[in-house]
């Protein structure tokens, strides 16, 4: 049986600087298309765990070591990415110290919770949103797309 056509797989790290007042969180400029702020995260890569994904990519894209904390949500409208169609599972984490943007970041920066830039790629603006959410009430992402039968 050949294997069947599958959406692209990717891991997304709020991460929450820990050792700053309010615990901001980082955000990465996007070197390429789709262009906006974007929370840092990439691809699956095979053999890889998806937590692993976002432990790598953090380190990647803005030199931070992080602890996961929690999964706040997958997110898979196939229309989220205008590159084609993209699962991502988004996890909260901590981190201690300054970001510094590489790979394919352009740039990054700390932003408070309060304000958030208005340009966002994807569908973070929901992401952030469901965040929000979560940071004040506990509670991860609602499930989306679940259908009565």
Sequence with gaps: MPRPVTPSLA???IIELIDY??????LI???HLPYGWAIPGGFVDVGEMMEQTAVREAREEVSLDIKLI??????????????????????VAEACGTPVADDDAKNCQIFSVDNLPQLLAFD???VLSDYLNFRSTGKVAPLRGVFKI
């Design 11 to 13: 891991s997304d790290i």
């Design 21 to 26: 007042p309010t615990r901001p969180i980082v």
């Design 29 to 31: 400029e996007r070197a």
């Design 70 to 91: 929690a999964l706040l949500g997958l997110y898979s409208d196939p229309s989220r990415d205008s590159r084609g169609h993209t699962v991502t599972a988004v996890y």
């Design 124 to 126: 973070h603006s929901l």
